[in-house]
């Protein structure tokens, strides 16, 4: 149970074109969706939070109007990345927080990752 | 401010040696504990959890971490590593959300 999956898996895109990559929860119904991104060889950064209905809340240095974050659904988050540019490169992680039962509400249950390149 | 500490960038041993990974928190309050593995191009794996009780959590794969409040510190062992666990290994601290630890590369030798 509590399985995360993001679609694509992996994603090539022309500069200035945008991409959307979806996150959801397949099995539970998700509090709170969190986007990672993360460079080569490097740790896991948080981008953004967001809770179904609500807006995201960014973290500093993120731009709001680069990463859209949409969650429509308490078991679906979008992450489009408008205009996209080659140091947008990077793999990006969603996870989610279960709503109600098993477990813990802090434990999050990680997405594969989606591998963009931009081009 | 919160944070997670991983002192070791790399790390290599050898096959059938034991292992010790570290990992130090700061945190108002008792933060939730975790260990993820990453293999290269994948996803995270999570090997072990703490949130209260017994300090000494088992995981899996032969994983274990020992909570210590007065170091703390939730540091990672295996007693005896094999070719298959090199990857990449990340301490998390959560309460309202994660923070990741710069992560470990484990290198294993034959």
């Known amino acids: 149970g509590a399985v995360v999956s993001q679609h694509p898996s992996w994603v090539i895109c022309k500069s200035g074109t945008s991409v959307k990559i979806e996150c959801r929860s397949l099995d539970f119904q998700a509090t709170t969706m969190f986007w990672y991104r993360q460079f080569p060889k490097q740790s896991l950064m948080l981008m953004a939070t967001?809770?179904?209905?609500?807006?995201?809340?960014?973290e500093q240095g993120v731009e709001k109007d680069k990463f859209l974050i949409n969650h429509a659904s308490l078991t679906l988050s979008t992450l489009t990345v408008t205009s996209a540019h080659p140091e947008d490169s990077s793999f990006y992680i969603c996870?989610?927080?279960?709503?109600?039962?098993?477990?813990?509400?802090?434990?999050?249950?990680f997405g594969p990752g989606t591998r963009l390149t931009v081009t | 401010a919160q944070s997670v500490t991983q002192p070791d960038i790399h790390i290599t041993v050898s096959e059938g040696a034991s292992l010790e990974l570290r990992c130090n928190y700061s945190?108002?309050?008792?933060?939730?504990l975790f260990w993820y593995v990453q293999s290269p191009g994948q996803g995270l794996q999570l090997l072990l959890k703490?949130?209260?009780?017994?300090?000494l959590v088992q995981g899996i794969k032969g994983f274990e971490a020992e909570f210590k409040r007065s170091q703390s510190s939730f540091n990672l062992r295996k007693p005896s590593v094999h070719w298959s666990d090199a990857a990449e290994y990340f301490c998390a601290v959560a309460r309202n959300d994660m923070r990741f630890g710069a992560g470990t590369r484990l290198t294993v030798k034959p």
């Open positions: 945190y108002g309050a008792t933060p939730y």
């Open positions: 703490y949130f209260s009780g017994d300090t």
């Open positions: 967001s809770n179904e209905g609500s807006k995201a809340t960014y």
């Open positions: 996870s989610a927080t279960e709503l109600t039962g098993r477990g813990n509400a802090y434990e999050q249950y």
